[in-house]
């Protein structure tokens, strides 16, 4: 089994690990690095669970390998906030009953904080369709799209 | 469900990725944005010995403005084309298909030369590279050619790429002045594949149709063009029984498939509901312009 050193920065910390080429992102964050908050559901990129930011950008870690992000700058939902002292979208997510089980909730957080930053999110069927990509199966949407339409009345 | 074991090959330019390619003779598979490929890996659908990462080599995603055309760098990103002031400008129809392709995360991450590559039937980029005349530049360790879109759709998931070639680029020539554009689309749920999809595009001259493409996707192999349709629209103007008659013509050069979301015959259908809206549209937008 051939290993490969990779270093990258993962919620501000470098981090150098030697990974197999096949390890997928979303496992050398969860079993490698002992992130456990960024969820894995589906492994093939329909449920969003696993979804982080590279680079600044919402990414699916269960569609891509570990060696890829060599150099890049990772954050997981662990880069929000922590317990005690919510970010800004988690408290409102707190506030607007957003998550039941939790499951989706890691993948939600980072699929919301991209979509803030790039889209308008004029109205609840953009939000919607920004939020179309990852599935819960407990809330039926409404508290998350609260949540979110919450997060853009705040910053007007 | 993980992949099977695989070399992993940063290639650093494009003359290192095909010479990859050859040396792998066949072994090898390329990964660009991976939204396909890594999900077909995870079901080991698919078991390549080595994969050649072309993320790294520089200068391949760009949108550049030419005076004819417009060329497309194979990397760039589905939301870099999303928000493109250039497509948005002088392919509004593209612009417009984006919007239904995957989420916002698939699109930070799948690349154009990578969706065309691997030719899904329903996706919408295959049919827009059909749509707008497109030619791809094709690469390989012993040179450079070019393939118009409508040569490179063989099948599904197949394509006139070589083992050892790779795709590099996307030239679209501009289209004409007055150009009205239409774009219908239906999935089970947004930002999934379509079960069927329309694209049309109308230049007028005077006040009649001076060239006419429709191109359609997810109810054939391959993503189709309608060219019988397009002759009859040429010398026209859009009216119910103009339009009666291209539906006819749309639905009949299908060849849909039954599966999990829908029927062929529903698929037929609805084809040739979207036609009709995207007809009307792109005949509005044609006349206002």
Redesign the interface.
Known sequence: ??T?EIIVTVNGTAQRHAV???L?LS?FLRQTLGLTGTHVGC???VC?AC?ILLDG????S????A??ADGCAIETVESLGRIGKLNALQQAFHEHHALQCGFCTPGMLM?AT??LK??PLASDDEI???L???LCRCTGYEHIVAAIRAMKEQAE | MKPAAFEYVVAESIEGAVAALAEARGEAKIIAGGQSLVPMLNFRLLRPAILVDINRIPDLAYVREEPDAIRIGALTRHHQLETSPVIARHFPVLREAMTHVAHLAIRNRGTIGGSLSHADPAAELPMMALLLDAALRVVSGTGARAVKARDFFQDALSVDLAVDEIVTEIMLPKLPERTGWGFAEVSRRSGDFALAAVAVTLALADRTISEARIAMTGVAPTPRRVREAEALLVGRRVDCALTKEVVGLVRAATEPQTDLHASADYRRHLVGVLAGRALSAAWQRAEAA
């Open positions: 089994m051939s490969r197999e080429p096949r997928l496992d492994e093939h990129g969003g979804t950008d919402s990414i699916r269960c569609l891509i390998f060696v890829q699929t991209d979509l790039k889209y919607r369709e920004g179309s990509g990852n």
